[in-house]
């Protein structure tokens, strides 16, 4: 794992790029937070980057991204834990995977969201600048889709 860097914002926060040595925390986060087995289809990714947000040493979200073609990085799934929402976890989660992808060379950031399930995820990126870059019906997941996308 990489040395965690405390976050600005949130006291006690910390959000540390980690790698397959966390996938056990990860897998459990997810299950708590999403309530399923899968985290992402496959974690064999270009630029897979994996971030993990520990309050008080407690690991309490993560959020996890890859290339999706050259200069567009994709975050595919993140989340924190109920009992430790509306704190700003979820926002330094991104502005940190923000910062590291562009850093990267990365010049745009997409994220696909199902605003009516977590509704959470589309405000937070509305207010941080992110646009609506596509709008589709699911039928896997009935239920209609966002992708929303910042340039970087
Ligand atoms: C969405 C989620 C990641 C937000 O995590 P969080 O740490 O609570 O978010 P933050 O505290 O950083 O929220 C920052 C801002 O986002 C918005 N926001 C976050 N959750 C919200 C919600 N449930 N409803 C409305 N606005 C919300 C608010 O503007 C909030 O600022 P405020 O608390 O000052 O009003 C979390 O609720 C979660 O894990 N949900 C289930 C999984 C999920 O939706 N994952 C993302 C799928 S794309």
């Known amino acids: 794992m990489a040395t965690p860097h405390p976050s600005a914002t949130v006291h006690g926060l910390a959000i540390q790029e980690v790698d397959d040595s966390a996938l056990p925390v ?3 986060l997810n299950q708590s ?4 087995e899968r985290v992402i289809n496959s974690f064999n990714r270009k630029g897979l980057l994996m971030l ?12 996890i991204g890859y290339e999706k073609q050259p200069s567009v990085f ?3 799934k993140g989340g924190v834990l109920p009992e430790a929402r509306r704190q700003g976890i979820a926002r330094a989660l991104l502005e ?12 745009r950031f997409v994220f696909d969201t199902f605003p009516n399930k977590h509704p959470g995820m589309t405000i937070l990126a509305l207010s941080m600048g992110f646009s609506l870059a596509r709008a ?17």
Do not use: C, W
């Open 26 to 28: 990860i897998h459990r």
């Open 33 to 36: 937070i999403f309530d399923e």
């Open 52 to 63: 993990m947000a520990s309050l008080q040493d407690r690991p309490v979200g993560f959020k």
């Open 74 to 76: 994709y975050s595919a």
């Open 96 to 107: 940190e995977m923000l910062v590291v992808v562009e850093a990267q060379g990365y010049r």
């Open 136 to 152: 589709d019906y699911n039928h896997t997941y009935q239920d209609y889709r966002l992708q929303l996308a910042k340039e970087l």
